[in-house]
């Protein structure tokens, strides 16, 4: 394993003198340190309310269509009480859906929604480290390295393969990027790892998270530097039709996946975000606010990892932007969870299990 070591402003490697802010903040053998007091919570009624009224709705079109099985199969006789009977009561759920939806937005709406005003923290370093993860890309890791070097604003690039078995490494370190391996398989720990050695630099108070196969591009790193005085993380989302090419491994039953999820999620935190994409890897932090978050998250966590990372960034208090970004075909293969429609299924229902019943589940 090839790890390039990390050294301070004078050029003194950092494993050789005091500790980091990183290695203090996790505490010795990476050990987490103490969390901070939770944020109070709040029953999700609206997240609640949406999940119960679609399950009635799905209740209802199950017993509708139960009609062809009824009179194309002919068991009318025994099928028929049956239909009637889920069409029936699927008003229930629907029902009991919109009254705890109503009750969020119109009671609880107030209570939830933080009272202060908007932020707006000005930027006094704009020089941010990139970290891109990487998983069998060496057709496409030297051209991203290179992209995000030739940046003005970009200090340095980071590259954590995740036990890469192509010439991903060295493209990499030819490139120019600080390389790393992360030995345990996942995309959660890929992407941790990357979040975790790109806030050991402390002469940048901005890290940028991306991916190595070419479906971001350095230019919007200006955009979402524009939203950052406003927030902790500027979520770079892929849902603006224009900044999207057409051909992309994210299809139209994932693209619509993303946003539904991303509204149970924004309803489920009610008041604290707008959130159309949940999938996606382009995102900025403020290193002060990630040193606090990393501690909180679980890199156990896999394909699902993106969402994670949202809900608990927002639980812990975190103000989350969205920001418009470029969306392009990816150079290679897609070996994550936009193989295909049934991969981006699965990886849905698990975002939303996560977010529903916990994310301790999943790991």
Known sequence: MREQKLTALDGTALDDGPASELERQLGAGGAPAAAEQPRRKHLPLL???????????????????????????????????????????????????????????????????????????????RSVTVALTAYNDEESIGDAV?????????????????N??????????????????????????????CLTEAARFD???LVVLCEGDLTFRAYDVEKLLAYAPHGDIVNGTRTAEPLRQYLTQLSTFMYYGNV?????LEAKHLGRGTITDVGTTYKLCR?????????????????EFNAHFLDVA???????????????????????GNINNLRGFTVGIRMIAGIVFGWKRLA
């Open 164 to 193: 890469s078995r192509d010439r991903t490494f060295e493209r990499a370190e030819q490139a120019g990027a600080i390389t790393f391996n992360e030995e345990a398989p996942g995309y959660g720990r890929c992407v941790f790892r």
């Open 314 to 336: 927002l639980g812990e208090g975190n103000v989350l932007i969205e920001c418009p970004v470029t969306f392009h075909q990816r150079v290679g293969v897609s070996k994550g």
């Open 47 to 125: 997240l609640y309310g949406a999940l119960s009224f679609c399950f009635g709705l799905a209740m209802y079109l199950t017993g509708v269509l139960m009609v062809f099985p009824r009179y194309l199969l002919g068991l009318n006789p025994l099928l028929e009480p049956v239909a009637e009977w889920i069409v029936w009561y699927s008003g229930v759920p629907i029902m009991a859906g919109v009254g705890l939806a109503l009750v969020d937005l119109l009671y609880f709406l107030e209570r939830k929604k933080p009272d202060v005003p908007v932020r707006y923290s000005p930027l006094l370093n």
């Open 146 to 162: 290179r992209d995000f070097l030739a940046h003005p604003l970009v200090k340095r690039v980071i590259v954590v393969s995740n």
């Open 260 to 264: 539904f999820v991303g509204k149970l």
């Open 203 to 205: 002469d940048v108070d």
């Open 287 to 303: 290193r002060d606010s990630l040193l606090k978050l990393l501690p909180k998250l679980d890199p156990a966590v896999n394909l």
